[in-house]
């Protein structure tokens, strides 16, 4: 199985969201399924096959998240990350200030979706392969 040192190490590559699809591509070789994280903790738990997680300590100081979603917004601004014009920290901020709670990635389905504080879909997207 994985281990947060080796999803450490795959994340030291990342630079930009240009980078997203090389690391969503690394940390599947180590036999990561899917990842949660929590925006206000900056927590992230990664799941494997047959139950095994693994979860890494804050990484950020905690954050608040506004109550009110501002899903037009934060797909422009989520656009631009992936386009490579923010880093993580600025992309975590803005998440938490247009309502962004949290996100999961699944890797088998190729889908990362975003949730607000309620735990609402706020939006799906697509993992390009």
């Given at each position: 199985m994985f281990t947060i040192s080796q999803i450490e190490a795959a994340q030291a590559k990342v630079q930009t969201g240009a980078d997203f699809p090389a690391y969503l591509h690394d940390i599947k070789q180590l036999g990561v399924i899917?990842?949660?994280?929590?925006?206000?903790?900056?927590?992230?738990?990664?799941i494997g096959n047959e139950g095994f997680q693994v979860s890494s300590v804050a990484k950020?100081?905690?954050?608040?998240?506004?109550?009110?979603?501002n899903a037009i917004q934060?797909?422009?601004?989520?656009?631009?990350?992936?386009?490579g014009k923010s880093d993580f920290p600025y992309f975590?901020?803005?998440?938490?200030?247009?309502?962004?709670?949290?996100?999961?990635?699944?890797?088998?389905?190729?889908?990362?979706?975003?949730?607000?504080?309620?735990g609402g879909e706020v939006f799906i997207e697509l993992i390009p392969a």
């Open positions: 899917a990842f949660t994280f929590e925006v206000s903790s900056s927590r992230e738990t990664y950020y100081e905690e954050i608040n998240i506004a109550p009110a979603v934060f797909q422009r601004e989520l656009k631009e990350h992936q386009e975590i901020q803005m998440c938490a200030a247009q309502g962004i709670a949290s996100w999961k990635v699944d890797l088998l389905a190729r889908t990362c979706c975003y949730y607000d504080l309620q």
